[in-house]
Structure formats: C-alpha cells, structure tokens
C-alpha cells in the first residue's frame, strides 16, 4: 500500500487500467482477429514485482488462488500463470480497496477434488468416444 497511496482508485477508473499499470496484463497485439503477441512490457513496476513475487509462492499453497495457479501452469506454463495469478491478485486488491470490503473467500471456493473427477469423467469420455470411432474404421 505504500508504493500505491491510499487513494489510489481514483487514479484508476477500472480494474483494467490497474492491472495495465501494475504491468501484470498481457500485451495483445492482434491482428485480422489473430493474436501476434501477447507478451508482457519489460517495466519495472515496483507493484507489479510485488503481485508477481506474491502469485509465485502461491504454486505451492491449498487456497483456491494456487488451485488456480496450478491449472493455468499445467495448461501454459509458469511464466503465464505467474501473471495470471498477479493479475488476479491485482484485480482482487482493486476491488477490496475500491469497495472497502474485506476478501471473501468463499465465491472462489470449489473443492479440488471435485474438479479432478470432472476432469476424470471428461477424458473417460473421450475414450469411449475414440472407441466408437474405431469399431466403425474396424
């Protein structure tokens, strides 16, 4: 809160705008509807370095914010998760200090277990589907 000020919101008229500043957004560059890039600008944001250093330790936390971290890194990698989850921290944050209202954790809440069986069940499936498929070529 020190690097920020306390009354940062109203130098900020979004979350966006915040997340852009804090340099924790990606930078997509698009095209024809294609993204060319979408790569992070190299500025030393103070902010930014907290939020990313902060999503980083998460990895290894059971709080549903590194659940979270864990699937973005299992789908695109650590570096993309690590912003992902300083973005979410930074919009997180914008909205306690905006609302004044303390972190609920409960709306983010959801069971890792459960998760996994919806995962288990997708693939399983798949494979009765694959299955099908080759007892038609077969």
Not at 28 to 48: A, E, F, H, Q
Not at 81 to 105: P, S
């Amino acid at each position: 809160m020190g690097e920020l000020g306390y009354n940062f919101t109203d130098k900020f008229e979004t979350y966006k705008q915040f997340c852009r500043w804090c340099n924790v957004s990606p930078n997509n560059k698009i095209s024809g509807g294609k993204v060319l890039s979408s790569k992070i600008p190299k500025r030393k944001n103070p902010v930014g370095i907290i939020l990313r250093t902060t999503a980083n330790n998460l990895r290894a936390s059971k709080c549903p914010l590194g659940f979270f971290f864990r699937r973005i890194q299992s789908r695109s990698g650590h570096m993309s998760a690590v912003v992902a989850t300083a973005n979410k921290l930074a919009r997180i944050i914008y909205v306690m200090v905006k609302e004044k209202r303390e972190f609920n954790e409960s709306y983010m809440s959801f069971n890792e277990e459960d998760m996994l069986k919806k995962r288990l069940e997708a693939a399983q499936k798949a494979l009765l589907k694959i299955q099908k498929q080759l007892k038609m070529v077969g």
